[in-house]
């Protein structure tokens, strides 16, 4: 396992490496409903990373494993389709309530629920709010809860801080793709958009190929590239050579791998654009956010086109206009998916890595071919990784036991 960040202040706990409890006392953590009693654990920021959060070779491992349940179909999500991405709460440009929000750059409610099968077989809900005028606060633009839920009675058993373990399983879905697709001896990291997403994306590329060595930054303001600059410096000295490139283009060519993290506005006019000639041959690009590529790159199949879940871009394109890429968001996945709906891209085309890690699909068509990979994130991820951090929690006794009741007033 890749070391936590040599500044981070308690080193990272490999999620159940702790020894476990005395029984008494993981009886008295022990969260589900016993008769009419509700109890569950409550889990703050330090809890969570004293529990495992950033242990990102195991949420490598878990997020593979999420992303073939996914594959095969044992999970449920929100809407009529059961793959939306959640439920939305948005806001009018202008309004005649004076206390009401207006709209704004990423100013937003989200309701990420999720039912999740296999071992983890768990409910949840990643419930967040958004603006991107917190970080003029030193806040997050978004702040994120999650809350795990008993599949039976729908009683939570666990409420926990959510802001890493979205950063995390954001991470680590393409991590786990990099482990399986990128070069084996990947030396050069391209980073596109030097912001937070893009640290913990740091941080599973150097997991899943410790080799790399040489980092190249492109931000769209300097000063953010120079400080993510020196977060490298100081917490990943394996990077013996730091380069802050001025385009999109020089963060591309002649890497390994391509990490690419822009958020903003809305229309293809706002995206990053990437040329398919820049990409090196072989190379692995992480594509979880605002990006525009050109048709007939797309369409050449130069790339191998894979994406985290084929059916919640589906369902995206279902619930917004068309082209949703335009006027939903901006993940190249939604891209393809418009190309599908015009008859333009075979939709057997854009495979789901699931069916890869599970050896249904073949990762490249050819030896060469660089693979895209379109991440739209999932509440199932959230539920399970916020599932596996909770019961490292109660193995090593941390969290603090809250009762809902003992016995309903209203039953």
């Not at 349940?69 to 309004?95: E, T, W």
């Not at 978004?142 to 926990?160: C, Q, R, W, Y």
């Not at 958020?263 to 992480?286: M, R």
């Amino acid at each position: 396992m890749t070391a936590e960040p040599t500044t981070s202040t308690q080193a990272p706990t490999q999620i159940g490496s702790a020894p476990s409890t005395d029984p008494a006392q993981i009886q008295a953590l022990e969260t589900a409903p016993q008769g009419t009693r509700i109890d569950l654990l409550y889990l703050d920021e330090p809890q969570v990373i004293a529990a495992g959060m950033k242990d990102m070779a195991t949420c490598i491992d878990v997020m593979e494993e999420v992303m073939v349940l996914v594959a095969q179909g044992d999970y449920r999500m929100a809407g009529n389709s059961a793959n939306s991405h959640g439920a939305q709460i948005s806001f009018p440009a202008s309004s005649p309530f004076p206390t009401m929000p207006v709209d704004a750059p990423d100013r937003r409610f989200m309701a990420m629920a999720a039912y999740l099968g296999g071992r983890f077989d768990t409910a949840g809900v990643k419930w967040y709010g958004s603006n991107v005028d917190n970080r003029e606060k030193g806040l997050p633009r978004s702040i994120h809860m999650i809350v795990l839920n008993d599949k039976e009675t729908g009683a939570p058993f666990a409420i926990m801080s959510g802001n890493l373990e979205s950063a995390y399983r954001t991470a680590a879905v393409p991590g786990a793709a990099a482990r399986k697709l990128a070069p084996e001896n990947a030396k050069v990291l391209g980073i596109i958009g030097p912001g937070a997403m893009n640290k913990s994306a740091l941080h599973s590329m150097t997991v899943a190929r410790p080799s790399l060595d040489t980092v190249k930054i492109y931000g769209r303001r300097r000063i953010t590239s120079e400080t993510f600059a020196e977060y490298v410096r100081e917490n990943y000295p394996q990077f013996t050579t730091i380069e802050i490139v001025d385009s999109v283009e020089g963060a591309v060519r002649d890497c390994d791998i391509v990490s690419e993290a822009v958020t903003g506005l809305v229309g293809s006019e706002n995206y990053p654009y990437i040329d398919g000639e820049w990409i090196k041959p072989g190379a692995f690009l992480s594509l979880p956010a605002n990006l525009k590529m050109d048709k007939e790159y797309t369409l050449s199949g130069k790339a191998r086109l894979l994406c985290d879940a084929k059916k919640i871009y589906e369902a995206w394109a279902e619930e917004y206009p068309a082209p949703s890429h335009e006027t939903a968001f901006g993940m190249i996945g939604l891209y393809w998916q418009d190309l599908i709906d015009a008859g333009e891209l075979d939709p057997e085309r854009v495979v789901n890595v699931g069916d890869v890690f599970a050896g249904l699909a073949p990762g490249r068509e050819f030896p060469e071919q660089p693979v895209l990979f379109s991440v739209g994130g999932m509440g199932v991820e959230d539920v399970a990784w916020g599932k596996t951090v909770y019961e490292s929690a109660v193995k090593m006794g941390i969290g603090t036991k809250l009762n809902v009741w003992n016995t309903p007033d209203l039953a």
